[in-house]
């Protein structure tokens, strides 16, 4: 359901160009669970900029659902990005001036939902990630795993295709890291939803079905998860 087939990024820095991504082909099925890992620099948000439609690449294709996002204009991309896909990147844009509901039914209301149709979704998914209690709190009257659900419940309100997370346990304490990952395991619909996830954290990974190493803007390995959760074992991936 999402693809890219030999694609670069190349940012003009000066009189220097920073290679972030030299070549990268993956595709990724609905209904998958893939972990990125790699070090710091390595292409790991640059590439999920292009699978979210943030960014376009210098060179190569983009296929999300069978559209070629490299050949879309900027007015197309933000629909995709706006109605088929959740981004989660590390407590990002939650709104201090909203409550926890207000900022999960944002996505619908920048749709241009009114707002007494707006709430009702807001609240459901807010439910389903343990928060109805807090529906009313702002976000400096949460703890750090729950505004990490709010921003979840956010991504899930469209009922996007595909969930696109950065570190999204990055800071947050071991026990609220698990139940967070138990959260996004449960995401993946076969045939319908999958989940990309940015990790350093190896036993986060193991939390996916796939693991993607990527190493100077390259993939360096790409491996089936085969024992999940705290003992990861992998295996490479044809
Ligand atoms: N807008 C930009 N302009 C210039 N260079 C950029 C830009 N965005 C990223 N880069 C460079 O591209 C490379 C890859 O960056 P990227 O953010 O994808 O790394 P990353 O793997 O996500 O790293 P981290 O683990 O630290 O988040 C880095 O060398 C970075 O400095
Ligand atoms: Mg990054």
Excluded: W
Excluded at 15 to 32: D, K, P, Q, T
Excluded at 197 to 205: E, G, I, K, N, R
Excluded at 209 to 234: N, S
């Amino acid at each position: 359901m999402m693809e890219l087939r030999d694609v670069t990024k190349h940012y003009p820095q000066g009189r220097r160009i920073v290679r972030a991504l030299n070549g990268v082909s993956l595709r990724i099925e609905a209904g998958e669970f893939v972990s990125i890992m790699g070090p710091s620099g390595s292409g790991k948000s640059t590439l999920m900029h292009l699978l979210g439609a943030l960014d376009s690449p210098t060179s190569g294709q983009v296929f999300f659902q069978g559209r070629a996002l490299h050949l879309l204009p900027e007015r197309e991309l933000a629909e995709v990005r706006r109605s088929r896909i959740g981004f989660i990147f590390q407590f990002f844009n939650l709104l201090p001036t909203l409550t926890a509901v207000e900022n999960v039914a944002l996505p619908l209301l920048l749709a241009g939902q009114r707002r007494g149709k707006a709430l009702g979704p807001a609240y459901e998914v807010l439910d389903r990630v343990g928060l109805s209690d807090r529906a009313g709190h702002f976000m400096d009257e949460m703890s750090g795993g729950e505004m990490q659900r709010v921003a979840i419940a956010r991504a899930l309100v469209v009922e996007p295709e595909a969930v696109l997370c950065d570190e999204p346990t990055g800071n947050l304490d071991s026990h609220t890291s698990a139940e967070i990952l138990k959260l996004l395991r449960s995401l993946p619909e076969p045939g319908k939803r999958s989940v990309v996830m940015v990790t350093h954290d190896a036993q986060a990974a193991g939390y996916g079905d796939r693991t993607i190493h990527i190493r100077d803007g390259l993939i360096d390995a790409d491996e089936l998860v085969v024992a999940r959760t705290t003992h990861a074992i992998t295996v490479p991936h044809a």
